[in-house]
């Protein structure tokens, strides 16, 4: 009997140290499943974070495997994940994980997943399979052959800026690379990852002050 074909992913996890218990869970359900063939590679402590993700890239070509599988240590998706990224059949799509910023005028959870507008990136409120023109790399299933065309350092950090006000993070010049490569950039609105962060009352009162002047800006 020929044998049956599974798609082999190699989740990149880089961390500090520290990887949310949540993402074990899902690795075990994931390997158990028997659906897929699976590589787990958590480098730890490689900074910045666009080194570890070009390490990851490095490490994957040579692996031979089907998907590159990009989590946060402390962003952890659906159980079905994996199923649906894969079922999409897109070049490259991320499950929504969001972010607290300030927009139109208050402090509010906006999805990292991007189109381009006036002044910059905005955050697109879609709903279901929507293209993007940049998504964050923290949940993020990519085929091999997107990884082989982009070349070697596909992640940079150009400037600190990720909202594309200043500069870009190192997901979104990541991001430019793809397209350039002439590939497109999907996001799953259907599905949320959980985001674990740490914020402090500092954080919190920045946004506000952020939104109480775009809010009289805007009023």
Same mark, same amino acid.
């Given at each position: 009997?020929?044998?049956?074909y599974?798609?082999?992913? /190699? ?9 949310s218990?949540e993402?074990s ?8 499943s ?8 958590p480098p ?12 990851? =890239?490095?490490?994957?070509l040579?692996?031979k495997?089907? $998907?590159?599988f990009f989590?946060d ?50 955050? =697109? /409120? ?24 982009v ?10 800026d ?5 500069? $870009?993070?190192e997901?979104?010049?990541f ?19 959980? =985001? /674990? ?20 800006d805007?009023?």
């Amino acid at each position: 009997m020929k044998p049956v074909y599974k798609p082999s992913i /190699f989740i990149a996890v880089p961390n500090v140290g520290i990887v949310s218990t949540e993402i074990s869970i899902r690795l075990l359900q994931w390997v158990s499943s028997g659906k897929y063939t699976i590589k787990y590679y958590p480098p730890e402590n490689v900074r910045p974070l666009d080194k570890a993700r070009n390490l990851c =890239h490095k490490v994957f070509l040579e692996s031979k495997m089907d $998907y590159l599988f990009f989590l946060d240590a402390r962003v952890v998706p659906p159980p079905d994940a994996l199923d649906k990224l894969i079922a999409a059949n897109k070049d490259m799509v991320s499950v929504t994980a969001q972010t607290i910023q300030a927009f139109e005028g208050e402090p509010r959870l906006v999805p990292v997943a991007m189109r381009k507008a006036e002044g910059g990136f905005k955050p =697109h /409120f879609g709903d279901g399979l929507e293209q993007v023109d940049v998504t964050t790399c923290a949940c993020t299933l990519i085929k091999r052959k997107v990884m082989e065309k982009v070349g070697k350092r596909a992640f940079k950090f150009t400037m600190t800026d990720e909202w594309g006000t200043e500069g $870009y993070s190192e997901d979104f010049y990541f991001c430019e690379r793809v397209k350039k490569a002439g590939f497109k950039i999907w996001n799953d609105y259907t599905q949320l990852a959980s =985001h /674990f962060k740490d914020t402090d009352m500092k954080t919190v009162n920045d946004l506000m002050a952020i939104a109480y002047k775009e809010g009289k800006d805007n009023g």
